[in-house]
């Protein structure tokens, strides 16, 4: 870095995910930059500045030769973003194909939607290996590489191969799991399991959300690889890797911010005293996933009013579904199913002056979605698996005045921390429509307690926190990384 640089001193920290956090656009020859959004987006938004951070991902789209010198010079002042720029369709193999059509299923217990083939697979080895190459040309003595998601999974080991020749071998890598990691006989119906495991296994540290999901992939170390492990480690080629659990957070500020706006403020307003005056309001906000169990939440909705009369023409359920993976068959049924289901409980509760059923195959503006949890009496999450889910904790943020209740899958990691939510298993219809009743019929005090419980957690486990401490623990066990792992 260049000696009067803000980045001077500072440690380098190469963040590495398959998408950059940031969208290219161009209008009349100028290329505009957006930020994207999403799970991962929001969780490392929030690490403090104390780092020299680069972001690493593919670029999400092709820019004419001519060009790709300037839209990379700008993307790096404008956000640290290094784009990959990886061949349409490679990438589409790697990412519809095996990431989305073969791990993202299989890792939330839908292998039955898992259709293996020999391409997707080779496709998602060369893409890891493009990254490690890319990486390789940039990555100092002393970095830190913190690898995300299920998309690089044999990143880590194809880096070290890159590195292998080079006096860079002091890098630290570690790898984070943004979703589950299914029970060891799941995770044994994938073909390749040695290679993904063995991929993972060259970074120094591990980590997941919950201890379910470390435990989860310890064992399938043990099973797969018939490796030494113990609570907080596996021993693999004589080396100690640390396995733990980091569970991902929020930046409330960021959320409690907005709320203070006046523009957020009036549309509150707005919708409380006019358009949804005298009802429950429920919000559900949702990538358009057939994890997120809507379906279930649906159907759930349906039984409610039909067992609940008094509650038809008061209660209203906003579902914002925003559309993702549009490219994979699966999510395509699932988006005809559900507006169907959409429109059947508004056919059958509805009339001229009452629709019970909000649906918005949509993504709302940042200021839009916190209007939505600020005026919400009641936040429903249904997945029926998740690996954390943050709508949980930025809904709590946005009720410090209401103190709404959330009523939430006990299949989503984020249930673990959640003491004072409204407890359900998605898969039982009654059970979701015991919970919507409960949280209509709770008392304030009771519903301020809850929230209390709730929100300490949300404001102290933040997306700083998390971030913060997975860095630290990998600077700590860097140093210490040939031991072996005592047992
Ligand atoms: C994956 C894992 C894990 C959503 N709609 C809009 C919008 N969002 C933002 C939310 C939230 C984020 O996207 C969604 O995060 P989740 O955690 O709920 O879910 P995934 O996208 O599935 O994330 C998940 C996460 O990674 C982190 O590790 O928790 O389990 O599946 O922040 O606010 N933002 C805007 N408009 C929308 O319409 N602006």
């Given at each position: 870095d260049?000696?009067?640089?803000?980045?001077q001193?500072k440690?380098?920290?190469l963040t590495?995910?398959?998408?950059l956090?940031?969208t290219?656009?161009?209008?009349?020859?100028?290329?505009?930059?957006?930020?994207?959004?999403?799970?991962?987006v929001?969780g490392?938004s929030g690490?403090?500045?104390?780092y020299?951070?680069?972001?690493?991902?593919?670029?999400?789209?092709?820019?004419p030769e001519?060009?790709?010198?300037k839209?990379?010079?700008e993307?790096m002042?404008?956000?640290?973003?290094v784009?990959?720029?990886?061949e349409?369709?490679l990438?589409d193999m790697?990412?519809?194909?095996?990431?989305?059509?073969?791990?993202?299923?299989?890792?939330?217990?839908?292998a039955?939607?898992?259709?293996?083939e020999e391409?997707p697979?080779?496709a998602?080895?060369e893409?890891n290996?493009?990254?490690?190459?890319r990486?390789?040309?940039?990555?100092?003595?002393d970095?830190?590489v913190?690898?995300?998601d299920?998309?690089?999974?044999?990143f880590?080991?194809m880096?070290r191969?890159?590195l292998?020749?080079?006096n860079?071998t002091?890098?630290?890598i570690g790898?984070?799991l943004?979703?589950p990691f299914?029970s060891?006989?799941e995770?044994?119906?994938?073909p390749?399991?040695e290679r993904?495991?063995?991929?993972?296994?060259?970074s120094?540290?591990?980590?997941?959300?919950?201890y379910?999901?470390a435990r989860h992939?310890?064992s399938a170390?043990?099973?797969?690889?018939?490796?030494?492990?113990s609570p907080?480690?596996?021993t693999f080629?004589?080396?100690?890797?640390?396995?733990?659990?980091?569970p991902i957070?929020?930046n409330p500020?960021?959320?409690l911010?907005?709320?203070?706006?006046?523009?957020?403020?009036?549309?509150?307003t707005?919708?409380?005293?006019r358009q949804?005056?005298?009802k429950?309001?429920i919000i559900?906000?949702?990538?358009?996933?057939y994890?997120?169990?809507?379906?279930?939440k649906?159907h759930a909705y349906?039984?409610?009013l039909e067992h609940?009369p008094?509650?038809?023409?008061?209660?209203?359920l906003?579902q914002?579904?925003v559309p993702?993976?549009q490219?994979?068959?699966e999510?395509?049924?699932l988006r005809?199913?559900?507006s169907?289901?959409s429109?059947?409980?508004n056919g059958?509760?509805g009339?001229v002056?009452?629709q019970?059923?909000?649906?918005?195959y949509?993504?709302?503006?940042?200021?839009?979605?916190?209007?939505?949890?600020?005026?919400?009496?009641?936040?429903?999450?249904t997945s029926t698996?998740d690996?954390m889910n943050l709508v949980?904790?930025e809904?709590?943020?946005?009720?410090?005045?209401n103190?709404?209740s959330l009523v939430?899958s006990e299949f989503a990691g984020?249930?673990?921390s959640?003491?004072g939510?409204?407890m359900?298993?998605p898969?039982?219809t009654?059970e979701?429509?015991d919970?919507l009743r409960k949280?209509?019929?709770?008392e304030p005090p009771?519903?301020q307690?809850?929230?209390k419980?709730m929100?300490?957690?949300?404001q102290?486990f933040?997306s700083a926190?998390?971030?913060?401490s997975?860095?630290?623990e990998?600077?700590?066990i860097g140093s210490?990384?040939?031991q072996?792992?005592?047992?």
């Amino acid at each position: 870095d260049a000696p009067n640089s803000p980045n001077q001193g500072k440690q380098r920290l190469l963040t590495v995910a398959n998408r950059l956090p940031i969208t290219i656009k161009k209008n009349d020859g100028q290329y505009t930059y957006g930020k994207s959004s999403g799970g991962l987006v929001t969780g490392l938004s929030g690490l403090p500045d104390s780092y020299n951070a680069l972001w690493y991902g593919w670029a999400g789209t092709q820019v004419p030769e001519g060009d790709v010198a300037k839209v990379e010079e700008e993307m790096m002042k404008d956000q640290g973003g290094v784009p990959l720029w990886i061949e349409d369709d490679l990438m589409d193999m790697h990412y519809n194909g095996f990431s989305n059509g073969i791990l993202w299923p299989l890792f939330h217990y839908h292998a039955n939607d898992m259709a293996f083939e020999e391409e997707p697979w080779e496709a998602y080895v060369e893409v890891n290996k493009q990254f490690a190459r890319r990486i390789a040309q940039d990555v100092r003595s002393d970095d830190i590489v913190w690898v995300h998601d299920y998309h690089l999974m044999l990143f880590p080991q194809m880096l070290r191969e890159e590195l292998a020749s080079g006096n860079t071998t002091n890098v630290k890598i570690g790898f984070f799991l943004h979703t589950p990691f299914p029970s060891s006989t799941e995770f044994m119906k994938l073909p390749y399991r040695e290679r993904v495991l063995e991929g993972l296994l060259h970074s120094d540290l591990v980590g997941f959300h919950t201890y379910d999901y470390a435990r989860h992939f310890l064992s399938a170390c043990g099973k797969v690889l018939h490796l030494t492990t113990s609570p907080n480690g596996v021993t693999f080629q004589k080396k100690a890797v640390h396995v733990g659990a980091f569970p991902i957070g929020i930046n409330p500020e960021k959320e409690l911010k907005l709320m203070e706006k006046e523009s957020v403020i009036q549309r509150v307003t707005g919708l409380k005293q006019r358009q949804y005056k005298d009802k429950t309001v429920i919000i559900s906000v949702d990538r358009l996933d057939y994890i997120k169990g809507l379906p279930h939440k649906f159907h759930a909705y349906d039984m409610f009013l039909e067992h609940n009369p008094d509650q038809v023409g008061k209660v209203i359920l906003i579902q914002i579904a925003v559309p993702s993976r549009q490219d994979v068959k699966e999510y395509q049924v699932l988006r005809s199913h559900i507006s169907e289901l959409s429109g059947r409980i508004n056919g059958k509760y509805g009339n001229v002056d009452y629709q019970p059923l909000i649906y918005c195959y949509t993504s709302v503006p940042p200021e839009e979605l916190i209007a939505l949890y600020t005026m919400a009496d009641i936040c429903l999450i249904t997945s029926t698996r998740d690996g954390m889910n943050l709508v949980a904790y930025e809904y709590v943020t946005c009720q410090k005045n209401n103190h709404g209740s959330l009523v939430m899958s006990e299949f989503a990691g984020a249930a673990q921390s959640m003491k004072g939510c409204i407890m359900i298993n998605p898969w039982d219809t009654g059970e979701i429509m015991d919970g919507l009743r409960k949280a209509i019929d709770m008392e304030p005090p009771q519903r301020q307690q809850n929230w209390k419980r709730m929100n300490d957690y949300v404001q102290k486990f933040t997306s700083a926190y998390w971030g913060t401490s997975f860095i630290e623990e990998l600077m700590r066990i860097g140093s210490t990384h040939i031991q072996e792992v005592r047992m």
